[in-house]
């Protein structure tokens, strides 16, 4: 059974995405995923999910650092500047490859729970769902 609700996967790099799919599905860890190819289009789908709130409003987010559009950090600026209600419950991730020390101070201002080097793999995962929703997913 699993875990969470809804995961929203946001990143510009379509491998990425399929790869990140494929390990949530296998490892069972929501019964909704969702993918947005940048910052903007999470939005507009928190938009669709979240009003009024849905089993597919997101319960975590994994978080691309750098997109088109608009990027990670853009993204976080925009989501802290949405309604109490629509934050409430919903952890945040941040992906990259690499974070500039400047981009990590800035994120540590706004609604992140963490970042995480990139690729995700099933412990990081596990680490992630087990430190913000306090349960192991099954996989």
Do not use: W
């Not at 919903?90 to 981009?103: E, H, K, N, Q």
């Amino acid at each position: 059974m699993p875990q969470l609700s809804s995961i929203l996967l946001v990143d510009d790099d379509t491998t990425t995405n399929f790869l990140n799919q494929t390990l949530i599905q296998r490892m069972s860890v929501a019964a909704h995923l969702q993918v947005a190819e940048n910052g903007a289009e999470a939005l507009q789908a928190l938009h669709q999910t979240c009003e009024p709130l849905s089993p597919r409003c997101p319960d975590l987010i994994l978080l691309d650092m750098k997109m088109p559009v608009m990027n990670g950090i853009e993204f976080l600026e925009a989501y802290a500047q949405l309604p109490l209600a629509r934050q409430r419950g919903v952890g945040i991730v941040m992906l990259t490859t690499s974070l500039l020390p400047r981009d990590l101070e800035r994120v540590q201002q706004l609604p992140v729970a963490g970042a995480l080097n990139k690729p995700l793999t099933k412990e990081k995962l596990q680490a992630v769902v087990a430190a913000h929703f306090g349960a192991e997913p099954v996989g």
